[in-house]
């Protein structure tokens, strides 16, 4: 069983939207997959059709309840999130193992799965630091962008921090390339990635399709609104290197 933080401190690098489509990969490969919506945007919640939970995330975290889990069907489950996660930050402050948590309340649930897949905020707070405290690994979607490249270092850092103090088996699965194009800038800057971290970048990049983002409006994974799009080949093989590579 896999734990797997989707981490990025910038917003609209395609964190959700891995989230959604490896865990629906994985799930179509016979996975029992659990995805877990630690973002007060409630994005993932919304990606899947789960907009109005009875009970959330934060009643676990700020709590004393369990993780609400919600059954999508297909190998593929959800603990949803809504605007209340914004409080939760001054609230497990307040708590001296605030920053356990979720890792306390995978602890009940983690055996019924082979992977968890933790969408994070776009931010490093302690959402994003409970999430990588109960982690074994971390993706870290990043855009072919020379702004989001300049981006992996502050994370990388925080990494490394947590390594040192928190969670010493933490460890970085892969940089996901993600909106690649065919631009000369976009190709010079996938190649400066690839020569800074090597074998930390996925071989499997994830192609600019108007599809993903069709899909997510639709309430659905790619997968669900068109397996044969490029979006669905390359979560596809996302998801066998993951499991294969």
């Given at each position: 069983m896999k734990v797997i933080s989707i981490l990025n401190h910038k917003g609209?690098?395609?964190k959700t939207t891995t989230t959604v489509n490896?865990?629906?990969a994985l799930a179509m490969q016979n996975k029992k997959v659990l995805v877990i919506d630690v973002d007060s945007q409630s994005n993932l919640s919304q990606h899947v059709g789960v907009e109005e939970a009875q009970e959330t995330i934060y009643e676990a975290l700020c709590g004393k309840k369990?993780?609400?889990v919600i059954d999508l069907g297909d190998n593929l489950h959800i603990v949803p999130a809504n605007i209340d996660l914004a409080g939760a930050d001054e609230e497990l402050k307040k708590n001296?193992?605030?920053?356990f948590k979720l890792k306390t309340a995978l602890s009940n649930i983690h055996e019924n799965y082979d992977f968890i897949l933790i969408d994070c905020p776009p931010s490093l707070d302690i959402l994003t630091i409970n999430a990588l405290i109960a982690s074994d690994e971390v993706i870290i979607?990043?855009?072919s962008q020379y702004f989001s490249i300049r981006g992996l270092q502050t994370i990388f850092e925080l990494i490394e921090e947590l390594k040192q103090n928190l969670n010493p088996d933490l460890k970085i699965r892969?940089?996901?390339l993600t909106q690649v194009n065919n631009t000369v800038i976009n190709k010079t800057i996938?190649?400066?990635?690839?020569?800074g971290y090597g074998d930390l970048v996925f071989k499997t990049f994830v192609r600019q399709n108007i599809a993903l983002t069709e899909a997510s409006y639709s309430n659905q994974s790619i997968f669900e609104y068109n397996p044969k799009s490029q979006g669905a080949e390359d979560?596809?093989?996302l998801s066998k290197e993951i499991l294969h590579g």
């Open positions: 609209g690098t395609g490896l865990g629906k369990s993780l609400p001296v193992n605030g920053y979607p990043t855009q892969g940089i996901l996938q190649d400066t990635v690839y020569e979560y596809l093989n």
